[in-house]
């Protein structure tokens, strides 16, 4: 068999542990107008207590049960994922970005501008479809986390900027999270919904998310919003109706009572994304009996992963796409190393500054994939100025990961986009220049990744001698990846190339003591 028909087979199984690796799909779920407080009130059933015909308890109707159950989760699910009650409204948004600038103190940055700031704010708006920008503002505060967000004298100018705009439907207020008390504030003024950087990345999230396991977690990051949303709601009661506070012969109080529901939604999301993890669990031990290197490429979101890896793997199906958030659910992708070692790229969900815990913490399912790799590429947009503030926000995200020490000491830095960069040169040691657009520094980078995979896996590249009477070609087949086979007919013997783990290793000497070995 030559190299190139055997490349072509190792290839395939690789696609097929890739494909494992992914979600199924959901189909699309019916739109359907729900309040906040519509979806508080549905009635949730207790576990265990099904819908639709009464079960068969026959022998017999073992198959039928399954299906039963299988509806049942289905139908479960779609109440899950049926549409937010906290999603913006269809139709089109015209923003006023907000910036509160942090002129001193422990709240200041010193590794980014207000300017930075604002411009990525921005940035958030565009992905939204049927978004605008209607006005950048910054202004200066001393304190970020006061009832106001701003001084009184600044307070009042900022609300006459915004009352001058025409056509404004919203202000997106460039902090990652504000209270509900704030929120109820701020809105009072300024006749508009107030959105901050958490209420649009979880949009941004929404809009994105395709399978069942990430709008189950975009579902789950959305439990403290509506908890929040709930007492001010409740708040905005007792103001303005007053009277008892308890349900008519519950015992409980309606805060109790709609509080209970969440704890009961957020259970069976919690659940439903067990199931979900539990199943990733199984294809992860199906790939790792395949054997199959597994190499994490991640980084700050617009960084440039996606295109990196069509690069890597020439995977023409692969259509990056110039927007933050762009890969939200984990896909997998079989590539070649330069010793024909096949290998899958993991895309991940990129990182942001400041991106919520809630919201990180929600996605701990998707990410957790991340510590069973054997190595983790970090890549960089070396053009970008905070690039330096997008590495620090990766990094630490990576360690609150709780990540096995030799997956971070062994990681490889990938400066992206170097072509837009006159005779760019790494500073830091040890990091690799690319373009993955062009394709400069791809060689470099695959043999890096080839010499981090063998150390981590601590597989081995050499080249046996085999008697073809013998079965050491179809045990090599077996416990080894078999690279090339030169056959030389005249002596029926063959020299076979090989990637070989090392307890398999041992166990071949052990086996076939007089087999000649050739070390590269």
């Known amino acids: 068999m030559g190299p190139g028909r055997l490349s072509w087979s190792l290839l395939l199984r690789c696609r097929r542990a890739a ?45 039928d049960e399954e ?9 479960a699910l779609e109440e899950l994922l049926g549409q937010s009650p906290l999603a913006p409204g269809p139709g089109a948004q015209r923003v006023a970005i907000v910036h509160p600038a942090v002129k001193w103190g422990p709240q200041k940055s010193p590794l980014t501008t207000a300017e930075l700031q604002i411009a990525e704010a921005v940035a958030l708006v565009d992905t939204l479809q049927n978004w605008t920008v209607l006005d950048k503002i910054i202004i200066p505060t001393k304190n970020p986390n006061k009832k106001f967000v701003f001084g009184k004298g600044n307070f009042q100018v900022l609300t006459e900027k915004i009352k001058k705009l025409p056509h404004v439907t919203a202000v997106f207020l460039n902090v990652e999270r504000i209270s509900s008390l704030t929120k109820k504030e701020l809105e009072g003024a300024w006749g508009v919904p107030v959105f901050d950087r958490y209420t649009v990345v979880l949009h941004i999230f929404r809009c994105n998310a395709r399978t069942k396991e990430a709008k189950l977690q975009v579902a789950l990051a959305e439990i403290p919003l509506l908890r929040s949303n709930l007492k001010n709601e409740l708040s905005q009661r007792d103001q303005q109706r007053g009277g008892s506070r308890y349900i008519m012969g519950s015992g409980e109080t309606f805060l109790e009572t709609q509080d209970r529901v969440l704890k009961e939604r957020e259970l069976k999301i919690r659940n439903a994304l067990e199931k979900l993890r539990r199943k990733r669990a199984l294809l992860r031990v199906q790939r790792r009996k395949c054997e199959f290197p597994m190499v994490s490429v991640m980084g700050y979101t617009n960084c440039g992963k996606t295109t990196l890896i069509k690069a890597l793997t020439g995977e023409a199906g692969l259509q990056p796409r110039d927007q933050l958030f762009a890969t939200l659910d984990i896909t997998a992708h079989a590539g070649f190393l330069p010793s024909h070692m096949a290998v899958i790229y993991v895309d991940t969900i990129g990182f942001l500054t400041d991106l919520p815990h809630n919201l990180v913490e929600s996605f701990s399912a998707t990410l957790e994939e991340v510590a069973y790799s054997d190595l983790i590429v970090h890549v960089r947009d070396i053009t970008h100025p905070e690039t330096i503030l997008q590495k620090a926000t990766v990094l630490s995200v990576l360690r609150n990961l709780n990540l096995p020490s030799h997956l971070l000491d062994s990681m490889v830095e990938v400066h992206n ?4 960069i006159e005779r760019y040169k790494p500073a830091e040691e040890n990091a690799l220049a690319v373009s ?85």
Not at 20 to 31: D, E, F, S, V, W
Not at 50 to 58: E, H, K, M, V
Not at 474 to 480: D, G, H
């Open 19 to 63: 494909a494992a690796l992914g979600a199924p799909r959901c189909r699309p779920l019916p739109a359907r107008s729900l309040s906040a407080a519509a979806l508080l009130r549905a009635p949730l059933r207790p576990p265990g207590a099904g819908g639709g015909a009464p079960r068969n308890g026959t022998a017999g109707a073992g198959g």
């Open 67 to 75: 299906e039963e159950e299988e509806e049942e989760d289905e139908a």
């Open 417 to 420: 986009k170097v072509d837009l």
């Open 436 to 520: 993955a657009l062009h394709g400069h520094g791809l060689e470099e980078l695959k043999q890096e990744i080839e010499k981090k995979i063998l150390t981590a896996t601590g597989k081995k590249i050499l080249t046996v001698n085999i008697n073809l009477e013998g079965p050491q070609l179809s045990w090599l087949y077996k416990e080894a990846t078999v690279q090339e086979v030169e056959v030389m007919p005249e002596d029926g013997r063959a020299r076979v190339k090989v990637i070989i783990g090392s307890s398999a290793f041992g166990r071949y000497k052990n086996l076939f003591p007089n087999s000649k070995i050739f070390m590269p």
